[in-house]
């Protein structure tokens, strides 16, 4: 078969993923004092304040006395997902990005249970 004489396909570059709210999600979690008690529904109408892009995937997940929450936009199946994991315990509120070993597909992924369990470091 002969090629065509037209120039070949050029495709756009896939759009960038959303950015997720590291900043805006620290800044809207509770603070728990010591000694308090985490209410998860404190925490999901922080995440709804935030607005998210469609495109964020969000979970939450009480266990132990404290609440685990994974924001997550779909990777591509070869790079580092992109995740923010959070956790909000009595006298502890953390936001961080998992190591991007931990992120690289077949390894520990990005996961509700690892913001409940960090996996160390």
Not at 85 to 97: C, I, M, Q, S
């Amino acid at each position: 078969m002969d090629c065509p004489d037209s120039p070949p396909l050029a495709f756009a570059p896939p759009p960038e993923p959303p950015r997720l709210p590291h900043e805006e999600l620290r800044a809207r979690l509770p603070r728990v004092p010591e000694g308090g008690r985490v209410d998860e529904a404190e925490v999901r109408r922080a995440l709804a304040g935030l607005d998210l892009h469609p495109a964020i995937r969000s979970e939450v997940k009480t266990e132990g006395g404290q609440v685990g929450v994974l924001l997550s936009v779909k990777g591509n199946g070869v790079d580092a997902q992109d995740c923010l994991l959070a956790r909000v315990g009595p006298g502890d509120t953390e936001v961080w990005v998992p190591p991007r070993m931990q992120r690289m597909p077949g390894e520990g992924g990005c996961f509700v249970a690892a913001a409940l369990a960090p996996q160390p470091q």
